[in-house]
Nanobody, 120 residues
Framework: VQLQASGGGLVQAGGSLRLSCAAS????????MKWYRQAPGKQRELVAD???????QYADAVKGRFTISRDNSKNTVDLQMNSLKPEDTAVYYC???????????????WGQGTLVTVSS
């Protein structure tokens, strides 16, 4: 199983970016899909979480600005980021809990990270 993240880049404060992450390989089912971020010198933190049924949760710092969504037919998860702030600058990582066959446990996999830089 591999997770491939894309969509990072440089944007001015107030702008928008959309991150995408695609899971590939032998996949039977995917439970929660998440986006984390890690700013320089800081610990990795959870940004947004979406369950298999579409229930979402967000970090307080991004509520009302970021939207997580998924396409179960394509095994993808997106993160729409609006009203970006310099403090959103970080490497963003996707994470997904995937079972490769019926009856096996869901295991967490990570994408490679994509850099988001927000200039003031």
């Amino acid at each position: 199983v591999q997770l491939q993240a894309s969509g990072g880049g440089l944007v001015q404060a107030g702008g928008s970016l959309r991150l995408s992450c695609a899971a590939s390989g032998t996949i039977f089912s995917i439970n929660n899909m998440k986006w984390y971020r890690q700013a320089p010198g800081k610990q990795r933190e959870l940004v947004a979480d979406i369950s298999g049924g579409g229930n979402t949760q967000y970090a307080d710092a991004v509520k009302g600005r970021f939207t997580i969504s998924r396409d179960n037919s394509k095994n993808t998860v997106d993160l729409q980021m609006n009203s970006l702030k310099p403090e959103d600058t970080a490497v963003y990582y996707c994470n997904a809990y995937i079972a490769q066959s019926r009856g096996t446990s869901h295991v967490g996999y990570w994408g490679q990270g994509t850099l988001v830089t927000v200039s003031s």
